[in-house]
């Protein structure tokens, strides 16, 4: 590695249950506005644009190209685009600012989960000739991989609940559910609603910038010290449910185990999940996890990832941490982990 | 503001799909009521069987026979079944490693309640009744209580494989297109086209989705164009669509609309279609109970210069 990179904005929308009132572009645009005006730049500035979503969850094809609108993409732009979470479009961003083709970027994702069936839409990314076919919602695989943590021992239903209650104890003005939440019935037992992420709306944008670049834009940047993704086996049988060799392997190599960290944001849709990452990143009971609430608080598919990120780069910029952890997830059962280290300069 | 507007949407979608060697033959084996799985380097046999090594990325050919009785490794209740799953009374869905296997299978366990099934259930499957060579043809799983059941002794080899699967889906989704959008469609509800002005490059977008895609920022201010515009590019459009009731050939053009910034799209009628031309002058034509105008037609006009709408091709 060659040049330094660093998150130097971040900005989110507040996640909602619905957001019928906007389209995809108009709920992005101002989070566009608020990072670039963050950071003093305009358009034609950012070398680089990289945005993730996926058209399945409102049903909508080729919507990241509408979304581009938001940007404002004429004269052509160097742009792309993965469908997958916004943190994956991070990484590739990242990936062309240590290139030297670019000394800035913009990575932005959205989703829109209220207009289709989120737990059925989710299905559809799933093996097409063995698991689709049964239509096994997102809660069910989940279900299946708490069920196992707590025949294991890892576990119980008391501890899930205190998980969630934790994560909505925070005072993220941009969460959906905040404060005490009842722990509800089982939607698909050993879950209950209060294990579930909440299903919402929403949007993230992060600029990235390299080196002294970075540093003219941002007082503390998040420099990121390491960040690497890895995937676990697709057929869930074959895979150990309990454990996230993917995520220990992905931690490793973005150099997590180096130093210890003070914050961890991981992106556990589910209490169950964050369990596993727990033990997979050996996170210590002196690690805040989740200050923002996570994914449990708000989870606008397509961006919680690169929230998870951005919420950790911003508690460095305030100083407020020295070297964080940020996880993002993709996939049945943590199937897709990235890990990265993000660390401010000595204060 | 006027009020949200909503509409079902539903996207469906036939997706026919090939199958490998090892997914051919395990699903040809339960159709036949054969379960097999794959064996790999290191001994162990996968069920579902899959075509490459999960640890080596090896290719994988060697088909075993497993059992169809086996093992529940964890599980989850189900009391309230979605469109689509295994079963439409509540069940367990469950993983689980058929006898003879080393990885688990998912699917559904039929039993009366969540107090029947725990991790190391013994169960069996029971096939459909129709079986296709599809993961369905496992109706679901049903309790058992005994030694692994005998083997039928296949190799993998049948006549008629299955070559293929055709994965049907369909999502049910409410559509809601947003502000500006939103806007357009009620003002056209009123026979108005109503387009967005870009604050920065003061251009009109007709219609308008919300933001100035060259300037990249909100469009707010409304403006009412035409309702009579000129033709700027046409097609001649000669193969009928289907459930379309217009007849062949017919032009379908590109209309710049007095005042708007860009062109937008829509049927030229009410002559020849080889009299069509760039330049033409059109007016929208309503039909009773049209939602947007049916076609548009000749005004009568002299054609518009080319320098006046150049710009906009």
Same mark, same amino acid.
């Given at each position: 590695?060659?040049?330094?990179?660093?998150?130097?904005?971040?900005?989110?929308?507040?996640?909602?249950?619905?957001?019928?009132?906007?389209?995809?572009?108009?709920?992005?645009?101002? /989070?566009?506005?608020?990072?670039?005006?963050?950071?003093?730049?305009?358009?034609?500035?950012?070398?680089?644009?990289?945005?993730?979503?996926?058209?399945?969850?409102?049903?909508?094809?080729?919507?990241?190209?509408?979304?581009?609108?938001?940007?404002?993409?004429?004269?052509?732009?160097?742009?792309?685009?993965?469908?997958?979470?916004?943190?994956?479009?991070?990484?590739?961003?990242?990936?062309?600012?240590?290139?030297?083709?670019?000394?800035?970027?913009?990575?932005?994702?959205?989703?829109?989960?209220?207009?289709?069936?989120?737990?059925?839409?989710?299905?559809?990314?799933?093996?097409?000739?063995?698991?689709?076919?049964?239509?096994?919602?997102? /809660?069910?695989?989940?279900?299946?991989?708490?069920?196992?943590?707590?025949?294991?021992?890892?576990?119980?239903?008391?501890?899930?609940?205190?998980?969630?209650?934790?994560?909505?104890?925070?005072? $993220?003005?941009?969460?959906?559910?905040?404060?005490?939440?009842?722990?509800?019935?089982?939607?698909?037992?050993?879950?209950?609603?209060?294990?579930?992420?909440?299903?919402?709306?929403?949007?993230?944008?992060?600029?990235?910038?390299?080196?002294?670049?970075?540093?003219?834009?941002?007082?503390?940047?998040?420099?990121?010290?390491?960040?690497?993704?890895?995937?676990?086996?697709?057929?869930?049988? /074959?895979?150990?449910?309990?454990?996230?060799?993917?995520?220990?392997?992905?931690?490793?190599?973005?150099?997590?185990?180096?130093?210890?960290?003070?914050?961890?944001?991981?992106?556990?849709?589910?209490?169950?999940?964050?369990?596993?990452?727990?033990?997979?990143?050996?996170?210590?009971?002196?690690?805040?996890? $989740?200050?923002?609430?996570?994914?449990?608080?708000? $989870?606008?598919?397509?961006?919680?990832?690169?929230?998870?990120?951005?919420?950790?780069?911003?508690?460095?910029?305030?100083?407020?941490?020295?070297?964080?952890?940020?996880?993002?997830?993709?996939?049945?059962?943590?199937?897709?982990?990235?890990?990265? /280290?993000?660390?401010?300069?000595?204060? | 503001?006027?009020?949200?507007?909503?509409?079902?949407?539903?996207?469906?979608?036939?997706?026919?799909?090939?199958?490998?060697?090892?997914?051919?033959?395990?699903?040809?084996?339960?159709?036949?009521?054969?379960?097999?799985?794959?064996?790999?380097?290191?001994?162990?046999?996968? =069920?579902?069987?899959?075509?490459?090594?999960?640890? +080596?990325?090896?290719?994988?050919?060697?088909?075993?026979?497993?059992?169809? @009785?086996?093992?529940? +490794?964890?599980?989850?209740?189900?009391?309230?079944?979605?469109?689509?799953?295994?079963?439409? +009374?509540?069940?367990?869905?469950?993983?689980?490693?058929?006898?003879?296997?080393?990885?688990?299978?998912?699917?559904?366990?039929?039993?009366?309640?969540?107090?029947?099934?725990? @991790?190391?259930?013994?169960?069996?499957?029971?096939?459909?009744?129709?079986?296709?060579?599809?993961?369905?043809?496992?109706?679901?799983?049903?309790?058992?209580?005994?030694?692994?059941?005998?083997?039928?002794?296949?190799?993998?080899?049948?006549?008629?494989?299955?070559?293929?699967?055709?994965?049907?889906?369909?999502?049910?989704?409410?559509?809601?297109?947003?502000?500006?959008?939103?806007?357009?469609?009620?003002?056209?509800?009123?026979?108005?086209?109503?387009?967005?002005? *870009?604050?920065?490059?003061?251009?009109?977008?007709?219609?308008?989705?919300?933001?100035?895609?060259?300037?990249?920022?909100? @469009?707010?201010?409304?403006?009412?164009?035409?309702?009579?515009?000129?033709?700027? @590019?046409? *097609?001649? =459009?000669?193969?009928?669509?289907?459930?379309?009731?217009?007849?062949?050939?017919?032009?379908?053009?590109?209309?710049?609309?007095?005042?708007?910034?860009?062109?937008?799209?829509?049927?030229?009628?009410?002559?020849?279609?080889?009299?069509?031309?760039?330049?033409?002058? =059109?007016?929208? =034509?309503?039909?009773?109970?049209?939602?947007?105008?049916?076609?548009?037609?000749? +005004?009568?006009?002299?054609?518009?210069?080319?320098?006046?709408?150049?710009?906009?091709?």
């Amino acid at each position: 590695m060659t040049r330094d990179i660093a998150v130097v904005a971040f900005g989110q929308t507040d996640t909602l249950r619905t957001t019928e009132e906007m389209s995809e572009v108009e709920m992005l645009m101002p /989070v566009l506005h608020d990072v670039l005006e963050r950071t003093g730049l305009k358009t034609a500035d950012i070398g680089f644009t990289c945005s993730g979503s996926s058209d399945y969850l409102a049903g909508r094809a080729f919507s990241f190209t509408l979304a581009l609108d938001g940007v404002g993409a004429w004269p052509p732009i160097s742009e792309s685009h993965v469908e997958m979470d916004g943190a994956w479009a991070l990484y590739e961003a990242w990936t062309k600012l240590l290139t030297g083709d670019a000394d800035t970027a913009l990575v932005y994702s959205y989703g829109k989960s209220s207009p289709g069936p989120v737990r059925d839409v989710l299905t559809r990314q799933l093996d097409p000739y063995y698991l689709a076919p049964l239509w096994p919602d997102s /809660v069910a695989l989940a279900a299946l991989q708490a069920q196992a943590l707590i025949d294991a021992g890892d576990t119980d239903e008391p501890a899930l609940a205190g998980i969630a209650a934790r994560s909505r104890a925070t005072d $993220n003005p941009h969460a959906q559910l905040r404060g005490p939440v009842p722990h509800g019935d089982y939607l698909v037992r050993p879950l209950r609603t209060g294990d579930c992420p909440p299903i919402g709306d929403g949007a993230a944008a992060v600029v990235l910038a390299a080196g002294e670049r970075a540093r003219a834009l941002c007082e503390r940047p998040a420099w990121i010290r390491g960040i690497d993704h890895r995937i676990e086996p697709h057929a869930l049988g /074959v895979r150990d449910l309990t454990d996230s060799p993917s995520t220990r392997l992905a931690a490793e190599k973005a150099g997590a185990f180096e130093r210890p960290v003070d914050t961890a944001e991981l992106h556990a849709p589910f209490t169950s999940q964050e369990v596993v990452l727990r033990k997979a990143l050996k996170l210590g009971d002196d690690v805040r996890v $989740n200050p923002s609430g996570g994914a449990l608080a708000a $989870n606008p598919i397509m961006a919680a990832g690169l929230i998870r990120i951005g919420e950790a780069a911003t508690r460095i910029h305030r100083g407020e941490s020295d070297r964080a952890l940020a996880h993002a997830t993709s996939g049945p059962c943590l199937q897709q982990n990235l890990v990265a /280290v993000l660390e401010g300069d000595p204060r | 503001m006027p009020e949200v507007l909503k509409a079902p949407l539903v996207v469906e979608f036939p997706f026919t799909r090939s199958l490998g060697p090892v997914q051919s033959a395990f699903l040809t084996g339960l159709r036949e009521r054969v379960v097999l799985g794959v064996a790999t380097a290191d001994g162990r046999t996968l =069920v579902p069987p899959v075509e490459y090594d999960p640890v +080596t990325a090896e290719d994988l050919r060697d088909l075993v026979e497993v059992a169809p @009785t086996g093992t529940v +490794t964890t599980w989850a209740w189900n009391h309230e079944p979605r469109r689509g799953q295994p079963l439409d +009374t509540p069940f367990a869905w469950v993983l689980v490693r058929l006898d003879g296997a080393d990885t688990a299978l998912l699917h559904a366990l039929d039993v009366p309640g969540p107090d029947a099934v725990r @991790t190391g259930t013994r169960v069996r499957i029971r096939w459909a009744e129709e079986r296709t060579g599809a993961i369905t043809d496992i109706a679901c799983f049903e309790p058992y209580d005994g030694e692994p059941a005998e083997l039928t002794g296949s190799d993998g080899t049948f006549e008629e494989k299955v070559t293929g699967i055709v994965a049907h889906a369909r999502l049910d989704y409410t559509y809601s297109p947003g502000r500006a959008q939103s806007a357009y469609i009620a003002a056209l509800s009123g026979r108005r086209t109503v387009g967005e002005r *870009c604050p920065s490059c003061r251009k009109v977008y007709v219609p308008p989705r919300g933001a100035c895609p060259t300037c990249g920022v909100a @469009t707010a201010e409304q403006v009412e164009v035409g309702p009579a515009g000129t033709v700027t @590019t046409f *097609c001649i =459009v000669n193969i009928k669509a289907k459930n379309l009731d217009i007849e062949v050939p017919y032009v379908y053009a590109h209309i710049a609309l007095d005042g708007a910034g860009l062109a937008l799209h829509g049927r030229i009628g009410g002559i020849p279609y080889d009299q069509v031309r760039m330049g033409l002058r =059109v007016e929208p =034509v309503w039909t009773d109970g049209g939602r947007y105008p049916d076609h548009y037609r000749p +005004t009568g006009e002299p054609d518009a210069d080319y320098e006046t709408y150049k710009e906009l091709l």
